[in-house]
């Protein structure tokens, strides 16, 4: 192995050693002290089987790993097992929580839509975690300067990043407790056909759909809002869910999302499959389908899941383009 490779592989894993524990907190604010599970953030039983290959679904963009660069890999076929888990919850906060989307009709009513929202702040959360270890671990090794300073900046902007998540996990958790989900808000839009994808996850927005910015202040001066973004077919129902909880004044999340309602639903789905590529990682298809796409389509899509909004200025319109998935 070149020292580049064992650097990366040390790097790694002391990601892999980032810390486990249930995120539920009660409604006096105290933590579970419990070690989390590994659980799926998209159920197994529902969006993900209905997807599924002969067990396996198709990971949509590339994972962090040891490899040299030239055999990077945009997909990757896993099973659905492995597909989308992380270590949020412990085995008795996931089953109590979750148990409603588990279990639902799939009628996206506020609370699914809520929980799903939670679900997906809190492996932002753990990704973010473990990005922390990476940058910090890379900002002791990297002796080029540039290189050095380039993951400083990155530990710090992840660092930040990691303070409000946690305060916006703390605030869907306030509204759970309180149990009339106060301040939480989401658009959700239902497809005619079942979905070939599943996707979740969650992202600050620094554009709404259709390009107004959405800070009222400079981005670094304030702090930043996500929004929780499912597509998938959940219970059998074609669905696209996003929202939040109104927390930070100068980040205005909600107004991102009164553009789709600009739209007619057969753009708004197109737009919505677009920015759920484009913003999360957590992403698979059903290889089949994948495979049975033009190049053009797929090289977009794979584009689409390369950009990293969080860190690119960058605005696209999605407005007006081809349909990624067709529904004819
Ligand atoms: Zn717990």
């Not at 553009?259 to 590529?277: C, I, K, M, P, Q």
Request: include cysteine.
């Amino acid at each position: 192995m070149n020292k580049e490779l064992k650097m990366m592989s040390e790097v790694i894993s002391a990601a892999n050693k980032v810390e486990k524990r249930c995120l539920y907190t009660d409604a006096r604010g105290v933590r579970c002290k419990n070690k989390a599970i590994l659980s799926h953030s998209i159920q197994r039983r529902g969006p993900l089987r209905s997807i599924e290959d002969k067990g396996h679904v198709l990971k949509i963009g590339e994972e962090l790993q040891v490899r040299h660069p030239s055999k990077s890999q945009e997909t990757k076929r896993i099973g659905l097992k492995n597909a989308s888990t992380f270590p949020g919850f412990c085995s008795n906060h996931d089953s109590k929580i979750f148990e409603k989307i588990e279990n639902s009709d799939g009628d996206i009513d506020k609370e699914s839509a809520f929980l799903i929202c939670l679900r997906a702040n809190c492996l932002e959360l753990y990704k973010k975690k473990k990005s922390k270890i990476i940058y910090r671990e890379l900002s002791k090794r990297i002796l080029h300067e540039q290189g050095r300073k380039s993951a400083i900046a990155a530990l710090r902007g992840t660092m930040a990043g990691i303070s409000d998540l946690e305060r916006n996990i703390a605030s869907y958790f306030k509204a759970y407790h309180s149990s009339k989900m106060e301040n939480f808000f989401f658009f959700s839009l239902e497809f005619k056909a079942p979905l070939p994808v599943a996707i979740c996850g969650a992202y600050s927005p620094y554009y709404s759909p259709f390009g107004s910015f959405s800070y009222k202040m400079d981005p670094l001066k304030t702090s930043w809002n996500s929004l929780g973004l499912f597509l998938g077919n959940l219970q059998g129902r074609p669905v696209f869910i996003t929202g939040g909880i109104r927390k930070y004044y100068a980040h205005d999340i909600e107004k991102t999302l009164d553009d789709f309602n600009t739209l007619n639903s057969e753009e708004a789905g197109n737009v919505a499959v677009r920015l759920s590529f484009e913003n999360i990682e957590n992403a698979y298809a059903n290889e089949p389908w994948y495979n049975s796409l033009s190049d053009f389509k797929r090289q977009e899509i794979i584009r689409l899941s390369r950009i990293n909004r969080a860190s690119d200025l960058d605005y696209e319109d999605h407005r007006g383009k081809y349909n990624i998935i067709d529904f004819d």
